[in-house]
T-cell receptor, first 109, second 112 residues
């Protein structure tokens, strides 16, 4: 099946800093989503982005499907951005999401 | 709030027992997915239903079963529970297939 790799595995930032989170995938995808899992365990949808670029406030994402990667940009980070960021993809005939292992982000005040 | 509801939020039970997790999808969504999140396996797909019919199966154990009812809510049944079944179980829904999935708050299962 498709492989999803996220990097870096851990990231520590000072409040106000910018960061780039990367997701590589091993095959063509029908769907790509970015999620934020907060400290209470909730999975919050950030972007649905099988291709192209989207922006939502301080967050933006770009997926280059032909090169099999996606990037999540966080600008002016805040302590509430802390948590785990997951990239997940749908590939092939079924609709299941295959998740990466996640990137743990800690934003220090 | 994603619009997907799951009950109960927490469940503590003993090995060998059986439990039922319930999920109500977002209004209008026809597809329901179940995922398991554990420390060693990460987030894994279990099973998908679409408009009442099983659509796809992942690494779901034979001790686990699910169904989707005519009102589109879904239940995940876990039986003969083992310590290793302790995990966070998520339900997700989407309008059709291959579309954005929205996740419920999860049910945290602890097997003692």
């Amino acid at each position: 099946g498709i492989q999803v790799e996220q990097s870096p595995p851990d990231l520590i930032l000072q409040e106000g800093a910018n960061s780039t989170l990367r997701c590589n995938f091993s095959d063509s995808v029908n769907n790509l989503q970015w999620f934020h899992q907060n400290p209470w365990g909730q999975l919050i949808n950030l972007f649905y982005i099988p291709s192209g670029t989207k922006q939502n406030g301080r967050l933006s994402a770009t997926t280059v499907a032909t090169e099999r990667y996606s990037l999540l940009y966080i600008s002016s980070s805040q302590t509430t951005d802390s948590g785990v960021y997951f990239c997940a993809v749908v590939s092939g005939a079924n609709s299941k999401l295959t998740f990466g292992k996640g990137i743990t982000l800690s934003v220090r005040p | 709030d994603s619009g997907v509801t799951q009950t109960p939020k927490h469940l503590i039970t003993a090995t060998g027992q059986r439990v039922t997790l319930r999920c109500s999808p977002r209004s209008g969504d026809l597809s329901v997915y179940w995922y398991q999140q554990s420390l060693d396996q990460g987030l894994q797909f279990l099973i998908q239903y679409y408009n009442g019919e099983e659509r796809a199966k992942g690494n779901i154990l034979e001790r686990f079963s699910a169904q989707q009812f005519p009102d589109l809510h879904s239940e995940l049944n876990l039986s003969s529970l083992e310590l290793g079944d302790s995990a966070l179980y998520f339900c997700a829904s989407s309008v059709f297939l291959d579309e954005e999935q929205f996740f419920g708050p999860g049910t945290r299962l602890t097997v003692l």
